[in-house]
Every structure is written in C-alpha cells, then in structure tokens.
C-alpha cells in the first residue's frame, strides 16, 4: 500500500502577527488526498468477477509479536512465511511441469492482498469447472495441513514460538473492482474471513457455489468433510458450511452448540 510521507524540507517557520509557527507547506497538505489511497481511478467503472475468496490467518500471530525484541522476530518469520506461502499457492496450482512450462489445472490467482496477519486471495472461477472449483479447495486444505506438518518444525529452529497454526475460509461469489483494478470488494470476502475465524476449527469453506456431493468428487469431499448450518452476524442465520470432520467430532461442548446438522 502506498505511503504518505512529509519531506523535512516541506516545513517552514514563518511569522504571523508576531508569533512564529511551524507551517506544512499547502503543496505537501494537498497532496494528503485520494491519491494515498493507490487505487487508481476511484470513479472507473466496477468490473464483476466471478471469484472463489480465500481468507488466510495466522493464528496466535498477536501474541507472536508480543514477545521480547519482536522486531528481530517479526520480519524474519514474515519473510519466510510469505515467501513460503505464495510458493505453495503457485506450486498447488501445477498439474505438469513440461520442458517449454507449466501446465495449470487452473489459473493463478489474480489477486493476493496482505491483510496483517495473512492474505486474501481471489481467483476467476468464471472458466473453472466444478472439478477445479473443488480443487482450489482441497489444495488450501492442503496449505493449511503442510504449514503445521512442514513449514512449521522447520521454522522453530530460528524462530522462538511462530504462530501455531494457519488458517482458512473459503467462499464462492462475485466480487467487484475498486478503481483500476487496485482492490476488490464482495460479500464472498467478507464470508471467507468471517468461516475462517468459526470457533473450534482451522479450515471451513462456505457450501454455496461448491458441488461437493458431486459423482467424481474426490475422497476428501465424500469422507472427510461435513456440512453443518450455522449463523454468520450480518450475512444469514441459516448458512451452509463445510468443515473437516476431524475438527468437528473434536469440538468443545461450548462450540459445537454453534454448528447444527441442516436435518434438524
């Protein structure tokens, strides 16, 4: 994101009625305007996408940085987790590497945001099929599973307690463009980031726009993963989300009174 930043020489003492201040030069005051924002052309036309969402968190981040000279910590696992991070996004998305390139069972992502403590993530599902769209799922599972099996143990012999474990929310929808291009707004955003902070689990995808009962749907989506009705404050009390069976049979008294089975 871009920065605003005043230039020492931008200020000036002056003297007015007797008194003398320090003023900002109205140059420099006037530049404090949309323009920090680098979005572009806040007023270009909107273009619609449909977009699967994903919501990464590094959970415990908070508390990582509240340990003794972060400062030594912090940009050192940033560094490496990010890196890591948008390695696996790109490698995940590999179906054969051949001599002139790679072959992609889909596209990249178009869109990757830092959010502070992870990443937002947005594909163009428009040409995707319903094999892809569940793909794109099951390799963030996959993202999740490899950061606490793989990355992790490799991290804490430099780091001193990383984050724990990482995060995801998955969503289907249509998300519209700010300016040119410079950010992006739905409310499949919004539903990623409020599934991947649902008590008592680490990976949840929202059910709408996902065929996961289909025929050539693989294990994971047959075996592995349960649908549960939840209410999700401000978007809908009757939502569909599917969760890993595994976290749900593990959830607490308190947080499974959250999840009720659709039948009900």
């Known amino acids: 994101m871009p920065r605003f930043t005043v230039p020492k020489n931008a200020w000036r003492v002056v003297e007015h009625d007797g008194k003398k201040y320090h003023v900002l030069s109205k140059e420099v005051f006037d530049s404090f305007n949309i323009g920090v924002l680098g979005l572009g052309n806040v007023a270009a036309p909107s273009t619609p996408i449909d977009a699967i969402a994903a919501v990464f968190d590094l959970a415990g981040f908070t508390n990582f940085c509240k340990q003794i000279e972060p ?24 179906e054969a590497e051949l001599k002139e390139g790679m072959q992609l069972w889909c596209p990249l992502p178009f869109f990757v945001k830092f959010l502070g403590d992870g990443l937002l993530v947005l594909w163009n599902s428009e040409e995707m099929n319903d094999a892809a769209r569940r793909n794109v799922v099951l390799e963030m599972w996959n993202i999740c599973a490899q950061y606490e099996n793989e990355f992790l143990p490799m991290l804490k012999r430099r780091i001193v307690e990383p984050p724990p474990r990482l ?5 289907r929808g249509t998300v519209f463009s700010i300016g040119e291009g410079e950010d992006y707004v ?25 065929e996961v009962e289909a025929a050539d749907a693989a294990q994971f ?24 069976r595994e976290q749900a049979e593990a959830l607490s008294r308190k947080d499974r009174k959250f999840y009720k089975d659709p039948s009900d």
């Open 71 to 94: 400062q030594l910590s912090v940009p050192h696992f940033l560094n490496a987790f990010l890196k890591w991070l948008l390695a696996e996004l790109r490698e995940e998305m590999i």
């Open 167 to 171: 995060r995801c929310g998955l969503a």
């Open 186 to 210: 739905g409310s499949c955003i919004n539903m990623a980031a409020r599934v991947q902070e649902l008590p008592g689990i680490t990976f949840c995808f929202n059910r709408r726009g996902f």
């Open 221 to 244: 989506f047959t075996e592995c993963l349960v649908v549960k009705q939840i209410t999700i404050r401000g978007i809908g009390e009757q939502e569909l989300v599917c969760l890993l």
